[in-house]
């Protein structure tokens, strides 16, 4: 498998445009995670799913956030309109969990987003 | 709730000597305990996880941990730091059962000195 696929790898775009980020998790793979990391705030996460249904959304910062995942193998974040803070890098992880917990999760490597 | 603290954002060794990076968790239950490495512009990937067997915790690239559950603790060490361990290290802890979210901790960058 090649991995965690996230795209693209670099997006700049202006404030209030909408920025839709793409994932593509590892196949079989029943968890799909979007982190957001910047240096103020470290590695936050920010929504994740199972069995592409939305778990817990509680890190979501704002309704200008919204994720999706329509199938095993996709999944979006969307960011409409689009701000300054954004600005950060996101990643999206996948995992599959066995028994109670404790998997790894593969990380993507990244969108780094510049809202400028 | 869950949450782990990485004491240290910053830690420089001599190319040769011990590598220690501390980290210390708050959970209610036995929780999973994971490090994870970051090299520059890269994702996060495994290094090694504690899941309740071995309280010591052998993981890739000469790396191991110790989960001591009376210091709330599970500290990273190296033996003799290597410059292609210069990295950011994160801490992650995890509730067994339930769901799967796991909290990271604030990282650690690694500074090798040759």
């Known amino acids: 498998d090649a991995g965690v696929i996230q795209s693209p790898r670099h997006e700049v775009t202006e404030m209030g445009q909408e920025v839709t980020l793409r994932c593509k998790p590892i196949?079989?793979?029943?968890?799909l995670f979007w982190y957001r990391q910047t240096m103020m705030r470290g590695l936050e996460l920010l929504i994740y799913?199972?069995?592409?249904?939305?778990?817990?959304d509680s890190g979501m910062p704002e309704d200008r956030f919204s994720a999706k995942m329509p199938n095993a193998s996709f999944s979006t974040l969307k960011i409409q309109p689009s701000e300054p803070r954004d600005s950060a890098v996101y990643f999206c992880?996948?995992?599959?969990?066995?028994?109670?917990?404790?998997?790894?999760?593969?990380f993507g490597q990244g969108t780094r987003l510049t809202v400028v | 709730a869950q949450s782990v603290t990485q004491l240290g954002s910053h830690v420089s060794v001599s190319e040769g000597a011990l590598v220690l990076l501390r980290c210390n968790y708050s959970?209610?239950?036995?929780?999973?305990l994971f490090w994870y490495v970051q090299y520059p512009n890269q994702g996060l990937q495994l290094l090694l996880k504690?899941?309740?067997?071995?309280?010591l915790v052998k993981g890739i690239n000469g790396f191991e941990a110790e989960f001591k559950k009376s210091e709330t603790s599970f500290h990273l060490t190296k033996p003799s730091a290597h410059m292609s361990d210069a990295a950011e290290y994160f801490c992650?802890?995890?509730?067994?059962?339930?769901?799967?979210?796991?909290?990271f901790g604030t990282g650690t960058k690694l500074q090798v000195i040759p």
């Open positions: 992650a802890v995890q509730y067994p059962g339930g769901y799967q979210k796991v909290t």
């Open positions: 504690y899941t309740s067997a071995a309280t």
């Open positions: 196949s079989g793979h029943d968890y």
């Open positions: 799913f199972n069995n592409n249904v939305p778990i817990d």
């Open positions: 959970s209610s239950v036995p929780p999973y």
């Open positions: 992880a996948s995992s599959l969990v066995l028994g109670t917990g404790g998997s790894e999760a593969f």
